[in-house]
């Protein structure tokens, strides 16, 4: 499966000290830099990141007007999920925190559908017995034509 359905790319500034990992991160409005970060729960997404963000010339992320390129929402896009999370075949999909998806509703937007054959993700991929700060969710398959915008 391919990881983005025909959507071409779109590429903003990353705000100061936020690095991105890898594809499928939420991405939201700064709100008051013209940048985007990764959502909180309340947050309404406008795209999920189509891969890592900028690195200078030693491979080191760069953390200071970072370039960083998304997929904006509409069609089926495969983003990174928050560990436990069941989802089954047309489930509600919502944004969660750290730049994840999750199954929980609670104040969270709607991100879309889930669109899989059925997933529970297991954990973080990148967590380690040496940095457990690192977490990049798994990734799901979600229908963001429905996303909420308000």
Avoid: W
């Avoid at 025909?6 to 000290?17: F, Q, Y």
């Avoid at 991105?20 to 999920?48: F, Q, Y």
């Avoid at 559908?113 to 798994?138: F, K, P, R």
Wanted: some cysteine; proline content about 1%.
């Amino acid at each position: 499966m391919v990881a983005f359905s025909g959507t071409d790319p779109r590429t903003a500034v990353l705000k100061d000290s936020e690095v991105i990992r890898g594809l499928g991160r939420l991405l939201v409005n700064d709100g008051t830099t013209n940048e985007v970060e990764t959502s909180d729960a309340t947050n309404i997404c406008i795209g999920v990141s189509a891969g890592e963000s900028e690195r200078d010339a030693d491979h080191v992320f760069v953390t200071a007007d970072a370039s960083v390129s998304y997929f904006p929402l509409g069609g089926v896009l495969m983003c990174q999920s928050a560990t436990s999370a069941t989802y089954t075949v047309g489930c509600l999909v919502y944004v969660g925190a750290n730049g994840l998806a999750t199954a929980t509703a609670g104040s969270n937007k709607v991100l879309g559908i889930y669109v899989g054959t059925g997933q529970v993700t297991s954990g973080d991929l990148l967590a380690t017995a040496n940095d457990s700060t690192l977490t990049e969710g798994e990734l799901i398959a979600v229908n963001t034509a429905g996303a909420a915008t308000a």
